[in-house]
């Protein structure tokens, strides 16, 4: 059993959440109407980053990060080729559609970059929604590709 200790005199606001969904706050460094605001906000961008798509969050967690190895710094794109070298030089063939196991979606290349250089994917079908390569494979992965290509 782990147990760890909240020290509710250095936290402004201090919210658990039981396995069975019993939720316990404390505020004891703000007024009750803040801590609202500050929930609210959490809540906001919350519901601003969910997928356009259902999610069971319980039988994710089992798969986030197993298949997450990070895919290094430093990647490199062959735009021509549409392929993606990865700071850990494996390739990645942007080309073809790829299958997240946690997602009923495929997801193809937005033909854009991120800030750092990782390729921006989107769902076949709704290209307003958008997750870096290395994102996708954290959360929904593992990933492969469609149809048997590598």
């Known amino acids: 059993m782990y147990i760890r200790l909240i020290d509710y005199d250095e936290q402004a ?38 997928p356009p798509y259902p999610c069971d969050p319980g039988a994710e967690s089992d798969l986030r990060h197993e298949h997450a190895e990070p895919l290094g710094r430093g990647g490199s794109l062959d735009a021509d080729r549409k392929v993606w070298t990865d700071g850990t030089g494996h390739t990645w063939d942007l080309s ?9 979606a495929e997801w193809e ?14 769902p076949v079908g709704s290209p307003d929604v958008h997750e870096s390569l290395d994102v996708l494979r954290a959360l929904y992965g593992p990933i492969s590709p469609v149809g048997g290509r590598s």
């Open 13 to 50: 606001l201090v919210v658990t959440v039981a396995r069975d969904g019993v939720t316990t706050v404390a505020a004891p460094r703000m007024c009750d109407s803040a801590a609202a605001d500050v929930l609210r906000s959490i809540a906001d961008q919350l519901d601003a980053g969910h």
């Open 96 to 104: 073809g559609r790829w299958a997240a196991a946690a997602t009923e």
């Open 109 to 122: 290349w937005s033909g854009r970059l991120d800030h750092l250089g990782t390729p921006v994917m989107s």
